[in-house]
C-alpha cells in the first residue's frame, strides 16, 4: 500500500502514501538552506512535504502582502519533483492562563489571514500546528489551562479556540482546500490529556472543516521530557495504536508519525488500518532517498537513523543550531 496514490478526502491526490513530517528547523523558511533541505527530501519520493512556516513573526508575517511570494520557489521545486506539499503554522506559545479573553477571541483570524494568503501563493494545502507545546494543545490541557469562563474547565470549552479557528478558516477558503491538524493523542501524563480527551476532541475538529487528522504524541507536561521524540528504547511505530484509536472514530485520513523506519513497519500501519498516510522525520533527515530506495527495492542500501538523540536534530533544535546528524553529516544534501 505504501506506493498506492491516495487522495486526501477528495481534494489532494497524492502519488504515494509517504509523508516528510514537519521539522522546525533553525533555518528561516524563506532561506536558500530551508529551500534546499525540504526540495531534497521532495526529490528523494515523498508523496507529501508538510513545511513548517519557521520565521520568527509566525501568524503575524502574513500582514505583509507580500511575504507569501519568499516562499514560492520552495513551493516550485517541490512540485517540480512530483510531490504536493503543505504549510504548517504554528498556533504559538503563551502561558493559558495568562492571556486575555480579547487575545484568544483573536486568534482565528489571525489563522484565517495566514490561510487565505496560504491557499493564494500556491500550497497545496494547510497544516495546522496544535501539537507537543502549541498553544492549541496547551489549551486542551488540564494541567496548562486552569480558566474558569469559556476558554477552560470542560473539554468544548478548552477547545473552543481551535475549533472556531478551523470554522472561520473552512469559511474562508471553500470546501476544495485541504485543512490538515496535528494534535498529540496523550501527554503521558496520569489525568492529562489521553484518548477520552483527544477522541471527541478529534471528532469535533472534523465536524469544523479539517480534512486530515496528523496524530502526534507528547506535550510540555510528558515525562520523560522528550517523549515525542522517540529514542532507541521505544518500539518502531511506537504511536501507531494511538493513531488507531483515532482513525477508528473519525471519517477523514489520519497520518502516523513515531519512529516509522521500515517498509515492514509502515506497510504493517497501512494494511492493519491503524493509518491512511505515514509521515518520516528523522529517516529522512539521514536517508532522503529512503523512498525512491524502497520503490526500487534497495531497502539494504538505506541509511539507519541511530536514534540516540545525541547530536542530531533533537539537541540541536535544543541548543539553537543547524539541523545535524551523526550518519549523514551532510545532512542528505547529497546522498
Not at 3 to 17: H, S
Not at 138 to 158: A, I, K, M, V
Request: charged fraction near 20%.
Amino acid at each position: 500500500m505504501l506506493f498506492k496514490p491516495f487522495i486526501i478526502n477528495g481534494k489532494l491526490k497524492l502519488k504515494n502514501r509517504i509523508v516528510m513530517a514537519p521539522l522546525y528547523l533553525v533555518w528561516d523558511g524563506r532561506s536558500e538552506e530551508f529551500r534546499a533541505f525540504y526540495v531534497r527530501r521532495a526529490q528523494g519520493g515523498v508523496g507529501l512535504v508538510i513545511a513548517p512556516q519557521s520565521t520568527s513573526g509566525g501568524l503575524d508575517d502574513w500582514a505583509n502582502p507580500d511575504f507569501g511570494s519568499a516562499l514560492q520557489p520552495l513551493i516550485e521545486s517541490c512540485h517540480a519533483a512530483g510531490a504536493k506539499i503543505a504549510l504548517q503554522v504554528f498556533s504559538g506559545f503563551g502561558v493559558v492562563d495568562e492571556l486575555t479573553t480579547e487575545q484568544l477571541v483573536s486568534i482565528p483570524q489571525q489563522f484565517v489571514r495566514a490561510a487565505v494568503s496560504i491557499r493564494k501563493v500556491g500550497f497545496d494545502a494547510l497544516d495546522i500546528h496544535g501539537a507537543h507545546h502549541s498553544l492549541f494543545m496547551r489549551l486542551l490541557s488540564p494541567f496548562q489551562n486552569h480558566r474558569p469562563e469559556q476558554y477552560g474547565d470542560l473539554p468544548e470549552n478548552r477547545w473552543r479556540v481551535q475549533i472556531e479557528t478551523v470554522k472561520e478558516i473552512r469559511e474562508a477558503v471553500g470546501e476544495d482546500f485541504p485543512i490538515l491538524f496535528r494534535f498529540s493523542a496523550t501527554d503521558f501524563v496520569k489525568g492529562g490529556v489521553n484518548l477520552s480527551l483527544t477522541i471527541p476532541y478529534a471528532q469535533a475538529l472534523v465536524s469544523a472543516g479539517v480534512d486530515c487528522l496528523d496524530v502526534s504524541a507528547g506535550t510540555v507536561d510528558s515525562k520523560p521530557q522528550g517523549v515525542q521524540h522517540p529514542n532507541v528504547s521505544q518500539p518502531f511505530g511506537c504511536f501507531a495504536d494511538l493513531t488507531a484509536a483515532i482513525r477508528a472514530s473519525v471519517k477523514v485520513p489520519v497520518i502516523a508519525v513515531g519512529k516509522i523506519a521500515t517498509r515492514e513497519i509502515a506497510e504493517s500501519i497501512l494494511q492493519e488500518g491503524k493509518a491512511d498516510l505515514v509521515a518520516l522525520g528523522r529517516p529522512l533527515v539521514v536517508d532522503p532517498n529512503w523512498p525512491r530506495k524502497l520503490a526500487q527495492g534497495r531497502d539494504k542500501e538505506i541509511v539507519p537513523c541511530l536514534w540516540d538523540n545525541e547530536g542530531c536534530l533533537h539537541n540541536s533544535i535544543l541548543q539553537g543550531l543547524p539541523i545535524r546528524c551523526i550518519q549523514n553529516p551532510d545532512v542528505g544534501f547529497e546522498n
